[in-house]
Nanobody, 125 residues
Framework: VQLQASGGGLVQAGGSLRLSCAAS????????VGWFRQAPGKEREFVAG????????YDVDSVKGRFTISRDNAKNTVYLQMNSLKPEDTAVYYC???????????????????WGQGTQVTVSS
């Protein structure tokens, strides 16, 4: 499966963005999908994940209550709605996918085998 992440950009603190992760090449409905981010000089970190059966998990400390992950299997797309953005949300955001029948989202980047190219999110103060 090929993944295409899009929707990043420059936004002021408090603003919103919606990232999209579009998949091609396979039926996406059986895949677990995750969003990760990587800021300069930092490791890639888990942001949010969604299982094939719509169970969701978020990195509680940083984004829960502000970000929402969702999927539209008819469009082969997973979204990350980001509200109340903060300067510390600035990073390159990546989506990842893995064929998985597990009910729980996958949170480790090492467990994903397909990655999108990343989209830059910059939040100004």
């Amino acid at each position: 499966v090929q993944l295409q992440a899009s929707g990043g950009g420059l936004v002021q603190a408090g603003g919103s963005l919606r990232l999209s992760c579009a998949a091609s090449g396979r039926t996406f409905s059986s895949y677990a999908v995750g969003w990760f981010r990587q800021a300069p000089g930092k490791e890639r970190e888990f942001v949010a994940g969604i299982s094939w059966n719509l169970n969701r998990q978020y990195d509680v400390d940083s984004v829960k209550g502000r970000f929402t992950i969702s999927r539209d299997n008819a469009k082969n797309t997973v979204y990350l709605q980001m509200n109340s953005l903060k300067p510390e949300d600035t990073a390159v955001y990546y989506c990842a996918a893995r064929l998985s029948g597990a009910s729980s989202p996958i949170t480790s980047p090492h467990d994903y085998n397909y990655w999108g190219q990343g989209t830059q999110v910059t939040v100004s103060s």
